[in-house]
């Protein structure tokens, strides 16, 4: 498993890839839902979530390769999964957000709201949206993973980034 996450190196078949994917998309969702139980450490583990950028990275170089694609073809798929993102996270808050950021920003610039009651309606309204956010994100990394997989060629042979897959046990 270790191989599969961290290291950049060889070539992974579309069942790894997917593997590897679920794996962290599972992590990236319970660390998101920690939001729901508390606030303070959500903000931790939203930070820890960051981490998990490198093996996502891996796991695209090594599909890429198994396609004998560059890994930098990578930024791509990024752009791809920046795009729907922003796309998925615009219909969370304009569909579960209320318009309460909106409210409250501008309250806070209007001196109505003390920084103590600006941070407390800060803190409901992104619990308000955590689920519908972790679900949104789910679904642009699955989107991005299934497009990225059905355009990236397998390359049965032997190629630059190591030896070809025995295909044909997989039938």
Not at 93 to 109: L, P, R, T, V
Request: proline letters at 4%; charged letters at 15%.
């Amino acid at each position: 498993m270790g191989n599969l996450l961290f290291s950049p190196e060889g070539r992974i078949s579309s069942a790894e890839f997917y593997r590897g994917g679920f794996i962290l998309i599972l992590i990236m969702t319970a660390l998101s839902m920690v939001n729901l139980v508390s606030p303070e450490i959500g903000k931790v583990t939203g930070l820890l979530a960051y981490l998990l950028l490198y093996p996502w990275v891996v796991i695209w170089i090594k599909r890429l390769h198994e396609g004998g694609k560059s890994g930098w073809m990578f930024l791509v798929y990024l752009l791809l999964y920046l795009i729907l993102g922003t796309i998925g996270i615009l219909i969370v808050m304009i569909y579960f957000g209320d318009g309460n950021f909106m409210e409250m920003m501008m309250e806070s610039i209007e001196g109505d709201l003390s920084e103590a009651e600006l941070e407390a309606q800060m803190q409901g309204w992104a619990q308000s949206i955590t689920l519908p956010a972790a679900i949104s994100g789910i679904l642009t990394s699955l989107a991005t993973m299934f497009i990225g997989d059905k355009t990236i060629p397998i390359d049965e042979n032997d190629n630059q980034y190591g030896p070809g897959a025995d295909y044909s046990t997989f039938d």
